[in-house]
């Protein structure tokens, strides 16, 4: 005899739903939680929003680079300053050009705004250039005798060091290149002077000689004293030109050689504190040919004597620091001067993101007031206050009592939406905008569509005759499939619209994603567990007229039964 089959239980199984209510639960503690601990109860607010600064730069063109100013370069200018602000951690800064000469910069109010106006249009070009004389910053009428101040192409050790500031040279530093970078020497010696003068040997040609004594006059009146002198001072040199340049304080004026190293040859800078006296100080790493130039100037300027064994860190035409060089080095280099951690943070914020490949001045700043946005942004909710209305009264004209769990879905993509927000803003920088605000509301029928896919797929199995119990779990796969692939093309529609467009229609894009993924979240972890609790509960599962699953209503057919085919016995006649 056969043995019985066993029944099979309803589609998709039960499981159990404590565990995945348990589990979202705990994600929104958790979440809530993190945003009190990050002291970011509310997300962060963009400029339209919260206001700001809008900055326009116009792009300069030196002498004899007029041409510099086209599409590309400007382009790279964009780039680079969005990177600066980024890396101050100011969100949702715009960048973008405006005609031919002019960039655009929105700056929302927040602590590093203002750090970013300064740096935004730095052009931080950076170069290591050999010290061929040093003086006070004051103007020097009479000149006194002078060498030129060349360094020798002397071999050097290739014993990696590292440039640093302190206050004087001592027997326990060797090694390494120890200065503050802004005191000369003051013991005379033959190849040291305070003004250069033309050579005088036959082999100088009249333009060399010209050019020297050019160069004799401009470092005699130069008076670093003045902020607008200091900025004029390397204005339009080329890195393979003598030029002479302040100290960025002012108070020291040098001749310096053709650049040696760029900017370009380093790898990464970060500000620091130097240990052996507390100062801070920008530390930098140079790239692979980077680091074999600056092995080959330090080891030739190993070989002189003061001032001439000092290589200057210009940037922007200003010189940081002029340390000295005691042996070749090659690993490492440290400016030094007289920095905050602000201002060292600054250098080391320009130099990681690279020099401006052009030239800015300042054309207007502009305050952004909030007051517009504000009023935009009450409109905003107040339109998705009637549009949630509105769905409210729907689910509960015609889903009745399922509208509650309709609801209780909605709080809970609320609340994860709210947290997860607040938190991205000091995490990735993200704030809230006009348009990301559109992408939460066009969120709110998102979510609400994948309910009523699930409701309807348990109502058309009522229909069909079953209970509420076995319905809820044979619905559940229908309804997932649907979910998933509506869900899937939200998704991809925001995830390209986020990479084509810029500015604040990544906004809306990156809420719209968000939330879509949310979505599938919040229906999997609550929406579902949430169902079958409901269903075990007498009022879902008795069909009550008011819970929006009365089978009556929804003309539900009789329930199916296996009916049997009963045989009568039959009575056949004997043959005879």
């Not at 002397?154 to 302190?166: C, Q, R, V």
């Not at 004026?253 to 620091?272: R, W």
């Not at 200057?312 to 035409?317: C, R, Y």
Request: proline share 6%; aromatic share 6%; with cysteine.
């Amino acid at each position: 005899m056969a043995a019985p089959k066993k029944s099979r239980g309803p589609a998709g199984g039960q499981g159990r739903p404590g565990r995945s209510l348990a589990l979202i639960l705990i994600a929104m503690v958790a979440l809530t939680g993190g945003m009190f601990l990050a002291d970011q109860p509310t997300p962060r607010l963009g400029i339209d929003l919260a206001g700001g600064t809008s900055i326009t730069l116009e792009a300069k063109s030196e002498p004899g680079q007029e041409s510099a100013i086209n599409k590309t370069n400007m382009d790279t200018a964009v780039q680079i300053m969005e990177r600066r602000v980024n890396g101050l951690g100011v969100s949702e800064a715009e960048v973008q050009t405006q005609g031919d000469r002019n960039i655009i910069v929105n700056i929302p109010k927040g602590t590093n705004s203002a750090q970013a106006r300064e740096q935004v249009g730095t052009t931080a070009k950076l170069y290591f250039r050999p010290v061929l004389t040093v003086a006070q910053g004051t103007p020097t009428p009479t000149p006194n005798a002078s060498s030129s101040g060349k360094p020798s192409p002397s071999a050097s050790t290739s014993d990696k060091g590292k440039a640093s500031a302190t206050p004087s040279a001592s027997a326990s530093t060797q090694g390494r290149a120890v200065t503050d970078g802004l005191k000369t020497d003051s013991s005379p010696t033959p190849k040291a002077s305070s003004t250069p003068k033309a050579d005088a040997t036959p082999s100088a040609s009249a333009a060399d000689q010209a050019a020297a004594a050019k160069l004799q006059k401009q470092f005699a009146e130069l008076d670093c004293s003045s902020k607008a002198s200091r900025s004029k001072a390397a204005l339009g040199a080329k890195p393979t030109d003598t030029v002479v340049a302040c100290s960025s304080e002012g108070d020291a004026k040098y001749v310096l050689g053709p650049a040696q190293v760029s900017g370009t040859d380093v790898d990464s800078a970060k500000a620091a504190i130097d240990q052996t006296n507390g100062q801070w100080i920008v530390q930098m790493e140079f790239t692979k040919g980077g680091a074999k130039k600056f092995q080959k100037i330090t080891g030739q300027l190993a070989q002189q004597q003061s001032p001439q064994n000092q290589f200057a860190i210009a940037l922007d035409g200003e010189v940081v620091s002029a340390p000295y060089v005691r042996t070749a080095l090659s690993a490492n280099a440290e400016i030094s001067g007289s920095f905050t951690q602000q201002s060292a943070d600054d250098l080391a914020n320009v130099l990681s993101y690279g020099a401006l490949p052009l030239s800015f001045k300042e054309q207007s700043v502009t305050t952004v007031t909030a007051a517009l946005g504000g009023e935009q942004l009450q409109a905003g909710l107040i339109a998705g206050a009637i549009g949630l209305a509105l769905v409210v009264i729907y689910l509960v004209a015609y889903y009745r009592g399922l509208a509650l769990i309709a609801l209780l879905s909605l709080a809970a993509s609320g609340i994860l939406t709210y947290t997860i927000m607040s938190l991205l803003g000091p995490a990735i920088g993200f704030a809230l905008n006009l348009p990301a605000v559109c992408g939460a509301i066009v969120a709110i029928g998102i979510t609400a569509d994948s309910f009523i896919v699930y409701f309807e797929r348990i109502r058309d199995e009522i229909r069909e005759g079953r209970t509420l119990r076995p319905a809820v779990e044979r619905a559940w796969p229908r309804a997932r499939r649907t979910i998933l692939v509506s869900d899937f093309v939200s998704f991809l529609a925001a995830a390209v619209l986020f990479v084509v467009t810029v500015g604040k229609v990544q906004g809306f894009a990156f809420t719209l994603g968000l939330t879509t993924l949310l979505d599938v979240v919040v229906v999997f972890l609550f929406t579902k567990p949430v169902m079958t609790l409901m269903a075990r509960t007498k009022f879902f599962s008795s069909g009550h007229p008011w819970s929006g699953l009365d089978p009556k209503r929804l003309g539900a057919k009789p329930p199916l039964r296996r009916s049997r085919r009963v045989h009568a016995p039959t009575d056949h006649p004997k043959e005879a």
